[in-house]
């Protein structure tokens, strides 16, 4: 893991500075209808995604990287 | 306990799930939650708004009240049942400037006996023609832990979170998410109430209970791969996993999958299934040989040998009505849960006739359900 920690982020930065180069979009603005639907989204409700993640937060060992969400305990 | 930490993960997690270039949409929900299981029962109200200013700027404020009436299998074996509040408030402020969104943060939670404060920070920007968005997090955390019925008690704990998070769009149907994200802890960890188990000799059912120590710092890191992919018009199947690791020698592992139906123009259904495992940490044990047996202690069943299973689904209606002419949209939403865990080394002493170490194992099985309503604006 610690591996990983030093490997990700100069992947990332790699990518980032790829990104100054202005690549071509493989897909298209127009092409992206269906990725807007909103049965796509990767969090369609923060609201309830927040407090479902907390729900295991606090009766789980592990923890983070959820990609969205917190709120609510009774751990004891 | 933990609550400060999970200030901390939403605060990332609210940044992270949104999307740079263009800010989200204004919107207020209004969520009641239930949680019950295990003799505990949690429930109460979530308000979440978010309000933009001139397409750069955007305000967030959410409110959340957990209350918490707790018979749960540790209160009935080393304590007392229990009621208790928490109430948590917090405040988000973006900024959009070209393809690059900045964001600051706070949130506090408080209750009679632990006070949280988060202050967290984030930039994304998008690039690659806007196929790619990467987001880099940053939060710290300031707990102060209590104890009922002992003023004397006040200890604290100093926490870190270091995220990484990349969106890409790989086809015109497929979008792929990929989380890294650190957490460091130092100070009281423990929770001030549980308690460890020993054998004893000289007690009448053969173990003795003594408090908890834990390390004074922890660190984990959390890996996740995610993906949604477009079946069809209206129709989705999204996956996910994750590894985590810590330096209290916990692993797990953690997969979902999921579908998303869309029923004509108004109707929106999900279901989806969740496993999780985990390896418990190297000081836990559910029954140590003597009392003081080695320097670090636990019996936290969070931090025992364990899997939980969840099935669940939603519906959301979506509609317009006249007399909300003051919204754009307004969606009803219906959300259950069921939560299966076992464990497979805590045991239920609860039940009687056993020789110490060879009880039942315990499991539970606990019902989450989220009622809300959201309007867009």
Same mark, same amino acid.
Request: glycine share 10%; net charge negative.
């Given at each position: ?76 | ?88 408030? *917090? &405040?988000? #402020? +973006? ?10 943060? $706070?949130?506090?939670? %408080?209750?009679? !006996? ?62 792929? *998410? &990929?989380? #890294? +994200? ?10 001030? $109430?549980?308690?460890? %188990?020993?054998? !004893? ?62 029923? *004509? ?113």
């Amino acid at each position: 893991m610690r591996k990983a920690s030093m490997v990700l982020p100069a992947v990332l930065a790699a990518l980032a500075l790829g990104g100054c180069a202005g690549a071509e979009p493989w897909v298209k603005p127009y092409e992206r209808e269906l990725l807007a639907d909103p049965v796509m989204d990767w969090d369609r409700d923060p609201v309830s995604s927040s407090y479902l993640r907390h729900v295991y937060e606090s009766r789980e060992g592990a923890r983070g990287a959820a990609g969205g969400a917190g709120g609510g305990c009774g751990c004891n | 306990m933990r609550k400060g930490l999970a200030g901390v993960l939403a605060s990332l997690c609210f940044t992270a799930a949104a999307t740079a270039g263009v800010l989200d949409d204004d919107r207020a929900d209004i969520l009641y939650h239930r949680y019950d299981g295990g003799g505990v029962t949690i429930d109460g109200p979530s308000l979440l708004v978010r309000k933009k200013f001139a397409e750069q700027y955007a305000a967030t404020a959410s409110y959340y009240i957990d209350m918490v009436s707790s018979a749960s299998i540790d209160v009935i074996t080393t304590a007392s049942p229990y009621a208790e509040e928490r109430k948590e408030y *917090g &405040l988000g #402020f +973006e900024y959009l400037r070209d393809k690059v969104t900045y964001r600051l943060g $706070y949130s506090n939670s %408080r209750e009679n !006996d632990y006070d949280a404060d988060t202050a967290y920070a984030s930039i994304s920007q998008d690039m690659f023609g806007d196929l790619t968005t990467l987001t880099l997090s940053f939060a710290r955390g300031w707990d102060q832990v209590f104890r009922r019925g002992d003023d004397t008690f006040s200890d604290q704990v100093d926490r870190r979170v270091y995220g990484v998070d990349l969106s890409q769009i790989l086809t015109r149907r497929l979008i792929a *998410g &990929l989380s #890294f +994200e650190t957490v460091t802890e130092e100070g009281f960890l423990n929770n001030p $109430y549980r308690s460890v %188990r020993y054998l !004893d000799p000289e007690s009448a059912v053969g173990y003795s209970y003594q408090a908890e120590i834990y390390p004074g710092t922890r660190t984990g890191s959390a890996l996740a791969l995610r993906g949604r992919y477009n079946l069809a018009e209206r129709m989705a199947v999204h996956g996910e996993y994750r590894y985590y690791t810590d330096d209290w020698d916990i692993r797990a592992h953690t997969a979902e999958v999921g579908y998303t139906y869309g029923l *004509g123009d108004n109707w929106i259904l999900d279901v989806h299934y969740r496993y999780h495992t985990q390896d418990g940490a190297d000081f836990y044990s559910d029954l140590f040989p003597r009392r003081d047996f080695q320097n670090f202690l636990a019996r936290d069943k969070e931090l025992a040998t364990m899997t939980s299973q969840t099935f669940g689904f939603g519906v959301s209606y979506g509609f317009t009505a006249p007399w909300l002419s003051f919204l754009q949209k307004s969606s009803v939403n219906l959300r259950y849960d069921l939560i299966l865990f076992d464990y497979d080394d805590f045991r239920d002493v609860r039940s009687g006739g056993y020789e110490p170490g060879t009880e039942p194992l315990y499991q539970f099985d606990a019902n989450v359900l989220q009622l809300f309503v959201s309007g867009w604006f």
